[in-house]
């Protein structure tokens, strides 16, 4: 069922790693909020937002992986990657007073985890895509280039 020859290629396991990554993420913290003045420390996970989501992405992307078609795995990493944008950009979201606690917070390793994982998990859809893009207009070039000497 499964071609070993197929996962032991490189940008397959760099997939496979970064897809593990972005479920992984989710559990570490993401954003941490403390004061020295006052006695607060609290950090908070993606897993309990919008990280579900995520997490049942990777699996998707990850299965489509292993199963030997990668190509179709943009599809959901693509949107991953939206809602990590949407982290980004709306990190308010994950707190509920923004104007208390804009000044006390950091980002947890949580946020380079996932970035890095959802980075690596485009790996083999890309190299895919490219080697079958590459391929067709190499046979093609061939084509016309023996047209082209057959009529010297």
Not at 55 to 68: K, S
Not at 96 to 115: H, N, P
């Amino acid at each position: 069922m499964f071609n070993k020859e197929y996962l032991s290629d490189k940008t397959v396991v760099i997939s496979v790693i970064g897809c593990l990554l972005l479920i992984l993420g989710n559990f570490i913290p993401l954003l941490e909020i403390s004061s020295d003045t006052i006695d607060y420390a609290r950090t908070y996970n993606f897993i309990s937002y919008e990280g579900r989501y995520v997490v049942l992405i990777a699996v998707i992307a990850l299965l489509l992986i292993i199963l030997e078609e990668p190509k179709y795995a943009i599809c959901p990493l693509f949107i991953s990657t939206l809602l990590l944008i949407y982290l980004l950009a709306n990190k308010s979201d994950l707190y509920d007073d923004c104007a208390f606690y804009d000044d006390m917070f950091s980002w947890g390793y949580g946020i380079y985890v996932l970035v890095i994982g959802n980075i690596l998990s485009y790996v083999s859809p890309i190299s895919t895509f490219i080697k079958e893009k590459f391929t067709i207009k190499l046979k093609q070039n061939k084509y016309w280039l023996c047209l082209f000497f057959s009529l010297y």
